[in-house]
């Protein structure tokens, strides 16, 4: 049972523009949501959280929104740059276990 | 500071042959630990989770197994790997849950 889904396998976005990611879950009770990016071979890395009590968190060109009411999480990349070609995945959690997303490929065109 | 050692990076097996994944963390004491899998074309699936020495929980029935030897060490394993145990396997830690999972740098099995 996938809790956590994202349903766009990838996404092409030109360099300058912005990269919207979205992400669906189902757990009402899940509390804590992340982003992680992912270069092929190597192992995911933290990208930017937000709790459930919050409904928008920023860090430079990285914003993620929650809509609780939804429940859908999206993470914004403003300006995507070349470098930010990558697997992105989202989590939620409940407790200490995470779940994850199947992922989004992002691929920024120079 | 704290950092995950996984290794190796790459593996080819052979079917039927036995399979060990070790993964260690430093710079920390009692982590919860945890293995991926990331199969090719899909997402990263929990195969196990460890809150302390010798307490290991499944999420899925398998043909693997781990094992806490010790407090910082997760060691991933089965007796007769098949060809559908292919894929990167990922070692994690958890740090506060506001930064989620540190993960290692993975390993690349393929099973021939």
């Known amino acids: 049972d996938q809790q956590v889904k994202q349903n766009s396998p990838s996404l092409s976005v030109q360099e300058g523009r912005i990269s919207i990611l979205n992400c669906d879950y189902t757990n009402s009770m899940f509390d804590y949501f992340l982003w992680y990016k992912k270069y092929p071979a190597e192992g995911p890395t933290f990208l930017i959280s937000?709790?459930?009590?919050?409904d928008k968190n920023e860090d430079g060109r990285f914003t993620v929104f929650l809509n609780k009411s939804a429940k859908h999480l999206s993470l914004h990349i403003v300006p995507s740059q070349p470098g930010d070609s990558a697997v992105y995945f989202c989590a939620a959690s409940t407790g200490n276990q995470f779940y994850f997303g199947t992922g989004t490929s992002l691929t920024v065109i120079p | 500071s704290q950092t995950i050692h996984q290794w190796p990076a790459t593996l080819v097996q052979p079917v039927g042959s036995p399979l060990s994944l070790e993964c260690t963390v430093e710079g920390t004491s009692n982590p919860n630990l945890y293995w991926y899998r990331q199969a090719a074309g899909r997402g990263l699936q929990l195969l196990f989770y460890s809150v302390g020495i010798g307490q290991i929980s499944s999420e899925v029935p398998q043909n693997l197994s781990a094992s806490r030897p010790q407090d910082r060490q997760f060691i991933l394993s089965s007796k007769k790997l098949l060809l559908s145990d292919s894929g990167f396997y990922l070692c994690?830690?958890?740090?506060?849950?506001?930064?989620?999972?540190?993960f290692g740098s993975g390993t690349r099995l393929t099973v021939v």
């Open positions: 994690a830690w958890s740090q506060d849950r506001g930064r989620g999972y540190t």
């Open positions: 937000i709790s459930s009590i919050k």
